[in-house]
């Protein structure tokens, strides 16, 4: 009988999770109305410009009702499942180093309680507590997957490495924001959405190599 911390995740799974999260968060993007932190007057949604969260907004930066916020929401909350999955699954090919590969999997248990937080604490509502949720959560994240990055030897690793390059560059900048103030920096959401895609890249790659 298999205990909790053997658990296999169905092959697939991660990158139906990282697809299905990325086909979502572009409806939800199509859908808001417009408005980011350089220009409160923007219309629609900018790529570079408005943060993964501003999506998430119910009412959006430009002060209008974002109808695709549900959407985004939830587009967000698959993807913090998909990096829950993704450490819990990278361990076994590590499997020789037993206990760094359960530090990996606790941390990504806890990622994704934490990821959720900052979605279901929106900007606009949680202004004050946002930012520190943010901060927690990316924080676990990036511990986590620098641990499996270390660790691993797989190919598919170098998207990951990427993926916390551009990851630590915005969650930095984005601390140093909260810590002193001063203007919004354009860094913070263009390393943002970079991560980000480096991050489906990786789920993709993972999972690829499994197939070979």
């Not at 220009?39 to 959006?60: E, K, Q, S, Y």
Request: charged share 10%; hydrophobic share 55%; with cysteine.
């Amino acid at each position: 009988m298999k205990t909790f911390t053997n658990l296999e995740i169905p092959r697939g799974a991660i990158a139906a999770c990282g697809v299905a999260s990325a086909i979502l968060f572009t409806l939800a993007a199509y859908a808001y109305p417009g408005g980011n932190h350089f220009d409160h007057h923007a219309p629609g949604h900018d790529f570079w410009r408005n943060a993964l969260c501003d999506v998430a907004r119910t009412t959006a930066i430009g002060g209008a009702p974002n109808g695709g916020a549900g959407f985004a929401r939830i587009a967000m909350s698959t993807m913090a499942l998909a990096i829950g999955l993704l450490l819990w699954s990278m361990p076994r090919h590590f499997e020789a180093r037993p206990r760094l590969g359960g530090v990996v999997r606790a941390f990504g248990v806890i990622t994704v309680p934490a990821a959720l937080a900052v979605v279901f604490l929106p900007t606009d509502r949680f202004s004050a507590i946002h930012g520190l949720v943010t901060l927690i959560a990316g924080v676990i994240g990036t511990a986590g997957a620098t641990i499996a990055v270390s660790a691993s030897r797989r190919r598919s690793s170098i998207f990951g490495a990427l993926t916390l390059v551009a990851a630590f560059g915005s969650l930095g900048i984005y601390a140093l924001e909260l810590a002193f103030g001063g203007p919004p920096r354009l860094a913070v959401p263009v390393l943002e959405h970079v991560a980000a895609l480096f991050l489906l890249a990786w789920m993709l790659a993972f999972e690829c190599e499994d197939r070979v």
